[in-house]
Every structure is written in structure tokens, then in C-alpha cells.
């Protein structure tokens, strides 16, 4: 057990820094920290390293066993099942010994072949070609991240997108698959998702402002200089993302804007990329929407999936599914998928004779086919209570089956094929789990919450069996949140998890308002004025929990990364005695000092989710009333704290945790600050560097929960 000392815990020198806004001044003590390049902060933070790695010395032993164990359950040279696009099969391998992935591709049999090849690990696949060697790539940096991965249709060129210091800006370069060599194109500063245009020769990628906001989408003819390249949309309101892929069908480039509330899409022909854009649906505040491009009795058609006025009247809140001419999509629209409430549809992939449709009901993510022909949903079953599904990995326009991907708490990952023609759902792998795991061994279940205003809130809980059920005995038990941007927390099976699981805590998720897994309100319900039931939810969970016997407040751990990290912050504040420790990931813990900066990354973007503090005196009191640095109380003892973040994210600054890790120990709190010096928003990279962070994590976690 951790014996709760600070003697040397370093202490930040404090330098008051006035801010001032509609009347109120706030004077911040720590803000010098923000600083990245002064020597003055560099110290500090390797201070605050050292003094974590003190601190958890005694846990050393105990980190090495748990990383041993993510290790041993891990089939460390693996393949992944093989995805077809053209004439060949890509697919992705690790090795042994070996931090990042190998991507590779090996010819079909024949244009028929649609079965991908069994691949065993240690086996040769016949005709295999390595098209990149992350390790290779890696070799000479401390971090490397791949953010760009396209091989153009006929297979001769390949292009990726690099990052080496963690900051999400790539540098593409393109390879001739042919002959080996390197083509001279090589581009820098780039955001990620880069495309071959469908003849494979130029790539269309995006670029950000400075604000990290993509915010340009250029056009790259190879082999011609990056300074040459033409501007295809520039988004000028800050509010607004920006992001152009193409079409499954070869037909468009789509060009996509967002903002937390609004979108618009632009489509420019494939074939023709100098032509001018064409709006689907001009911007209107409020009105979301997606679009694909089908061929529906011959006709080019558009596939918009919106949240605008429903054809039965009223806003279609969880957004229905229409399809509009391609020639005139602002013309007549025919309802595909009316707009039902409680079944959100999330996403629409059209191919060439089906469209695959994700929407979730009940509070759970599920899958369905829509035929063309008969424009009738059939949804894909799945027979637990809590799983995850949805479709990914299908580049192809025509194929007879849909890659599926599929998990829960209790199943590993696992890989289907489902065949449209005859609704079987064909095994292609499950993620192998060494040491003879089995999931009749775990259990999950779900559990319901009531919250202050009587919103009845879902508890996901897995556990190990033999420890009994959960619930009949109070048990160690670690609650998870997030909460925020409509983003869910599906049920999906994690291999480091399982070391908390054999030790007998008990694992939960708290999906609370802000999230989007029980619909559009559900969302709504927790953001902008209304942002903090996303924290009382989760307070009244974890009573919840302790008022049922689940667990005690003594053997209670919360955990929540980057916007969860705001939630345990948050949570600290309002009811530290609920919990022993609190876990937070590049946490979003000075909310309003951020958000009070458009300069900064995502800021503005940021307006529509939290609210604009600059401009309006009551956000900003509502901001203030919650922020969690700036509501850390005296005369508080709070719980066990363990805040790791990273030099690089751009995401979440790493000023924003040493801030409040210094704010936490000025009154008393067992406060630790974990940052590292080469990583982003991710953490580290790597996979072994990740399970080494993991179970640092773990083994924290554990301590404070007095089991091991």
C-alpha cells in the first residue's frame, strides 16, 4: 500500500495571472506552466515524473507481472483477416519482439474469390507482398504514428502519412508498388485521412490551420511540386471541420463540414476534380447530415441521412433516411428510413445493390441491410444481451458479403462475413486470448441508475464468476466515463482488463447523459447548459453501486480519459467521498481556460459542445461553476489521484493537468502527475510501450484498491 506522503512531491512556484471576463477575475497561480518550451516548465515536469516514479517504486514488481500477463494472453505474431479491394487481399501482421504492424497484400484467386485465404501465423502466405514495415519506419524515432495508409484502385502506388513526434501532423509519401522505389512526392504537415484519387494519379489530402483545425483540402498531381498544388474548398469559419474522401463508387469526392451542430457536403465529380463544387444541402444552424452515393433503378442517387424536419412532421431528432436525385438533391426527397424516436441512426455505406444502415435501439449498436430492391431493413442478430457490432474494412462496390465487426465484455473481437443472399454470418476469426481463457468464466449484465431527477441511467458491470456475482458481496470495483459529444461506450472486450477481472474487481460503465448511447436527447440532455447532469449522473452511479452492495467507497476507483478526464475532475470536486481514486487520462480538467482562448486547438469548434464563455457572461458562470481546476475546495480530502498526460497532444494540453495536480496539492490532496515527454493525445506508441502504460495504470489502480 502506497503510504501517503508528499515530503517530496514537487511543488510549483506560484505566479498569479490575472483573467479577466465579463466583471469576474480569476487569478491563476499556475498558468506559467503553459510555457512547453522554458526550461523553468521542463524541469517541472520531469520533477513531477520523478517524483510519480518515487512514489509507485514499490509498485515495480507489480507493473512487470501485470505487463507480463497483457503479454502472455497476446498471440504477439498474429495476422488480421485479409480484406479484398481490387485483385488483391490486404491485410495487416505482427511479429514477436516487434512494437508496431506490418501491412500486406497478397494476389486473389480469381475474380470470384471472395472467401479471404486462412491465414496461420509463422505460415508463408503465397504471392505476399510487404507494403510497409511500421517498425522499419519507426527505427530511428521515440514515437510513430500512422495517420495516412491508401494503395491507388489498379494496386501500383501506395501512400502514408507519418507522424514522429505525437502532434497528429503528417508527412505523406508515395511508393511505386511496382518497382519499390520511393517517388520524390512527399508532403508535410498534413492532417490524416489522404486519398489516391480513383485513377491513382493525385492524391487529394487536407491540411490545418493554427489552430489544428482541417480546415483545406488540396489536390497532388504526382510528380509535381507540393507548391504547384490547387486548392479544392477552403472552410473559413472556425466553427467548422473539414474532411473529403471518395465515394465506394467511384462517382464523387465528397467534401464534408462540421460543426458540433451543423453540417454541409459538396460533391465534385471523381472523373473531373477541377470542376467546381456542388452544395447537397446548403448550412442551416442546427442541421445535421451525411451523405453517400448510390445507383437506385439506373439513377445516380444520393443517400441523406439528416436530422432536419421529419416527413411526418417535427424534427427528425434521431435522424432519418432519405434519397434525393444526384442531379437535384434539393428537390423531392423519398424517406428510405422514417425517423423513429429512441432508434438513432448513426451511419449509412452504400454498395451496388444495398446500403449497410448502423443505428442504435435500446442502447445498444446494431447493423442492418437495406436493399435497394426492396427497401426493407433486415437487422443482423446477435445473440448476447451487451455486444458491440457494426460493419468496417468493405472498399469494394459490388461484393456478395459485408465485413462485420463483432465484441462484448465477455467475447474477444471477432471478425464475420455476412453473405446478403442467404443472412448467414460466416466466423472469420476471433482475437485469440493465450492462458486458456474462457468466457463462461465472466459474466456481464446491465444495471440501471436513477439519477436527482429521476432519469433512469444504464450500468454496464462485468466481472469473473467465481468471485460470485456482482452485487451479492460489496467488491473492488472500477467505474468508467466519458459522457460527452454523443461518443458511447459499447461493450468490447479488452485483454488488460481481464488482470483487474482474476483479481476480483468488478469493471462498470456508467453511461451517462452527454453520451449517445440511449439516443439523440440522451446527448443533448448533457452538453451546453445542461453539462452537469453528465457529472451528478455519474455521481448517482457510483452511490448506485455502493447504496446496492456492489462496492464502498473504500474500494472505488473512477476512470475517465480526455473529456471523461473533465468528468473526474468533476466528480472530485462534487463528491470525493465516494471514491478512493480517480484515474484521469489527458484529462480536460481547465475547461474554461481553454475555451476561453480561440486561439488555441479546437477552441472554437469547441463553442457548439460547451458553450461560448467569451461572448456570454451566463456560460461562462456555468463553465465556471463546474471547471474542475477552479473548483478545488479546501478542507477537502480528496481521493488518491493519478493524472497522466502528454507532451504533444494537441488535443488536451498537458498545461491543463500540472495545473490542476499543482491546484490538488496546494490543499492537502495525494495528487501524481504522469507525463510523457514523446507521445500525443494516444499516449505512447508502440504496442508494447502501451501495455507497459496500461499496466502502470493497472497496477495504480490496484493499490488504491488493495488488491494485487
Not at 501465423?121 to 500512422?146: C, T, Y
Not at 522505389?181 to 485513377?199: V, W, Y
Not at 424534427?315 to 428510405?336: I, K, N, S, T, Y
Request: with cysteine; charged share 25%; aromatic share 10%.
Amino acid at each position: 500500500m502506497t503510504q501517503d506522503t508528499t515530503a517530496h512531491a514537487p511543488v510549483a512556484t506560484r505566479h498569479p495571472t490575472p483573467r479577466t471576463h465579463h466583471g469576474d477575475t480569476f487569478d491563476d497561480p499556475y498558468e506559467w506552466l503553459r510555457a512547453k518550451d522554458d526550461a523553468d516548465v521542463t524541469a517541472h515536469l520531469e520533477a513531477e515524473n520523478a517524483y510519480t516514479q518515487e512514489r509507485t517504486a514499490h509498485l515495480a514488481g507489480l507493473q512487470e507481472q501485470i505487463f507480463q500477463e497483457i503479454k502472455g494472453r497476446t498471440l504477439e505474431t498474429d495476422l488480421s483477416v485479409p480484406s479484398r479491394r481490387g485483385d488483391w487481399w490486404y491485410y495487416g501482421r505482427t511479429v514477436e519482439g516487434q512494437q508496431y504492424g506490418i501491412q500486406c497484400r497478397a494476389p486473389i484467386a480469381g475474380p470470384d474469390d471472395w472467401t479471404p485465404p486462412a491465414l496461420t501465423p509463422g505460415v508463408d502466405v503465397a504471392g505476399e507482398q510487404i507494403l510497409l514495415d511500421g517498425n522499419v519506419e519507426a527505427a530511428a524515432h521515440e514515437f510513430f504514428a500512422l495517420g495516412s495508409f491508401d494503395v491507388s484502385r489498379d494496386g501500383t502506388r501506395m501512400l502514408y502519412g507519418i507522424d514522429v513526434a505525437g502532434d497528429e501532423r503528417y508527412t505523406i509519401r508515395v511508393r511505386d508498388l511496382v518497382t519499390g522505389q520511393q517517388l520524390p512526392d512527399e508532403i508535410a504537415n498534413t492532417f490524416s485521412g489522404a486519398e489516391f484519387s480513383p485513377d491513382g494519379a493525385s492524391i487529394v489530402y487536407t491540411t490545418v490551420d493554427d489552430a489544428w483545425r482541417p480546415d483545406t483540402l488540396w489536390h497532388h498531381v504526382l510528380g509535381s511540386a507540393v507548391a504547384d498544388d490547387v486548392q479544392l474548398f477552403h472552410e473559413p469559419d472556425e466553427r467548422y471541420w473539414l474532411g473529403g474522401g471518395f465515394t465506394r463508387s467511384d462517382r464523387f469526392l465528397v467534401i464534408g463540414l462540421g460543426s458540433s451542430i451543423t453540417s454541409e457536403v459538396w460533391l465534385v465529380p471523381a472523373s473531373d476534380l477541377s470542376a467546381p463544387p456542388v452544395v447537397v444541402w446548403p448550412r442551416r444552424e442546427g442541421v445535421e447530415y451525411s451523405v453517400d452515393h448510390a445507383v437506385i433503378d439506373g439513377r445516380d442517387t444520393l443517400l441523406v441521412l439528416h436530422n432536419d424536419e421529419a416527413a411526418a412532421g417535427g424534427q427528425a431528432l434521431d435522424f432519418e433516411l432519405v434519397a434525393v436525385d444526384a442531379d437535384d438533391p434539393q428537390g423531392a426527397r423519398r424517406v428510405l428510413l422514417e425517423h423513429v424516436p429512441g432508434r438513432r441512426l448513426l451511419d449509412v455505406d452504400c454498395f451496388r445493390d444495398w446500403a449497410v444502415v448502423d443505428y442504435r435501439r435500446e442502447g445498444l449498436a446494431r447493423t442492418g441491410i437495406l436493399p435497394y430492391a426492396t427497401g426493407e431493413v433486415s437487422e443482423i442478430a446477435f445473440p448476447e444481451p451487451l455486444f458491440a457490432a457494426g460493419a468496417s474494412g468493405n472498399p469494394e462496390w459490388a461484393p456478395p458479403v459485408v465485413r462485420l465487426g463483432y465484441t462484448s465484455f465477455v467475447t474477444p473481437s471477432t471478425v464475420y462475413d455476412y453473405d446478403v443472399a442467404t443472412r448467414e454470418l460466416l466466423l472469420r476469426k476471433q482475437q485469440p486470448v493465450l492462458g486458456g481463457y474462457d468466457p463462461a468464466d465472466y459474466a456481464q449484465e446491465r444495471v440501471w441508475a436513477t439519477a436527482q431527477d429521476g432519469t433512469r441511467i444504464p450500468v454496464s458491470l462485468v466481472f469473473k464468476r467465481s468471485f460470485g456475482d456482482a452485487g451479492a458481496s460489496p467488491r473492488p470495483l472500477h467505474l468508467y466515463g466519458y459522457g460527452s459529444y454523443e461518443h458511447s461506450i459499447e461493450p468490447g472486450f479488452s485483454v488488460p482488463r481481464l488482470s483487474e477481472l482474476d483479481r476480483g474487481v468488478v469493471f462498470a460503465v456508467a453511461h451517462i447523459r452527454g453520451g449517445g448511447e440511449m439516443g439523440r436527447q440522451w446527448y443533448e440532455d448533457g452538453k451546453l447548459q445542461r453539462k452537469r447532469n453528465t457529472f451528478t449522473d455519474f455521481v448517482d452511479c457510483a452511490r448506485h453501486l455502493v447504496d446496492a452492495g456492489y462496492t464502498t467507497p473504500k474500494q472505488l476507483v473512477a476512470e475517465g480519459r480526455s473529456a471523461g478526464g473533465l468528468l473526474m475532475g468533476a466528480v472530485a470536486n462534487l463528491a470525493p467521498e465516494l471514491f478512493a481514486g480517480i484515474l484521469a487520462g489527458v484529462p480536460f480538467v481547465d475547461a474554461l481556460t481553454t475555451i476561453l482562448d480561440p486561439s488555441l486547438p479546437l477552441t472554437v469548434i469547441e463553442w457548439d459542445e460547451w458553450g461560448d464563455p467569451l461572448h456570454d457572461p451566463e456560460v461562462y458562470a456555468y463553465m465556471k461553476s463546474y471547471t474542475p481546476y477552479e473548483n478545488v475546495r479546501s478542507g477537502v480530502e480528496y481521493p488518491r489521484v493519478l493524472a497522466v498526460t502528454s507532451l504533444n497532444d494537441t488535443r488536451v494540453l498537458y498545461v491543463e493537468p500540472a495545473k490542476w495536480v499543482a491546484r490538488l496539492r496546494e490543499v492537502g490532496a495525494d495528487a501524481l502527475l504522469k507525463c510523457e515527454m514523446v507521445a500525443g493525445h494516444a499516449g505512447v506508441s508502440g504496442r508494447y510501450n502501451a501495455w507497459r502504460e496500461r499496466a502502470v495504470e493497472i497496477a495504480w489502480l490496484l493499490d488504491v484498491l488493495h488488491t494485487s
